[in-house]
């Protein structure tokens, strides 16, 4: 079972607000992603580490940021939230050599901007 | 043309029929295939993983792939209440442990009534 927590699981915020999305793993993985998934929708990959003080976008551009102190924890932050990004998001995370790239993921975060 | 075509569904099933979910790619180099499986509001859990071309059986889950085809399927017998979830399917080429090449498909929404 994976061992990947997110929190909060639901927020509400209005325009303008500073968010984080905090993410931390156990699983000792060095590898650490966001995604973002609106209901029905493709997940789309926006962020992506492979360790520590490694970061990069992802596929789909978005304005949050994110941070890797720690290998365990993976934070998400929107400095200035806006109704386009009311959506749902979800950090995961795999082992350096994983055959197959399998990833485990969180339970995700589901963000609504006001 | 998306890399990868998944039938959105709804897909309705009576309890204990058997459910066949497909996916469809057309990037020749993919050689590891997965099916995730997520509940509503809840984040992807992998539920099995195949490399390269056959069938891989658990339980009353069975993941087939057609490699000449680019065609996988994920058969699931005796179907339950409890298999209703969107069931994503996700694809990749390298074994390099990282999700940043792995490609998902957009899901398909499974409902077994009781």
């Known amino acids: 079972e994976a061992d990947i927590y997110q929190t909060p699981r639901y927020l509400v915020i209005g325009t303008g607000k500073k968010i984080t999305l905090e993410c931390s793993q156990t699983m000792g993985h060095d590898k650490m992603y966001w995604y973002q998934q609106d209901p029905g929708m493709e997940l789309h990959l926006i962020h992506y580490s492979y360790g520590v003080n490694s970061t990069e976008k992802g596929d789909l551009s978005s304005e949050s940021t994110v941070s890797r102190i720690r290998t365990e924890h993976f934070p998400l932050t929107l400095e200035s939230a806006r109704p386009s990004h009311t959506s749902q998001y979800l950090c995961a995370s795999s082992k350096s050599v994983q055959a197959g790239n399998t990833i485990y993921f969180g339970e995700g975060s589901w963000l609504t901007v006001v | 043309q998306k890399e990868v075509e998944q039938d959105p569904g709804p897909l309705s099933v009576p309890e204990g029929a058997i459910v066949s979910l497909n996916c469809t790619y057309s990037?020749?180099?993919?050689?590891?295939f997965m099916w995730y499986r997520q509940y509503s509001r809840k984040g992807p859990e992998l539920l099995m993983y195949t490399y390269s071309s056959g069938n891989k059986e658990d339980g009353r889950f069975t993941a087939q792939v057609d490699k000449s085809s680019k065609y996988i399927s994920l058969f699931i017998r005796d179907s339950q209440p409890s298999d209703s979830a969107t069931y994503l399917c996700a694809m990749s080429a390298g074994s390099s442990g990282s999700a940043r090449q792995l490609t998902f498909g957009s899901g398909t929404q499974l409902t077994v009534l009781p």
């Open positions: 990037n020749s180099a993919f050689q590891y």
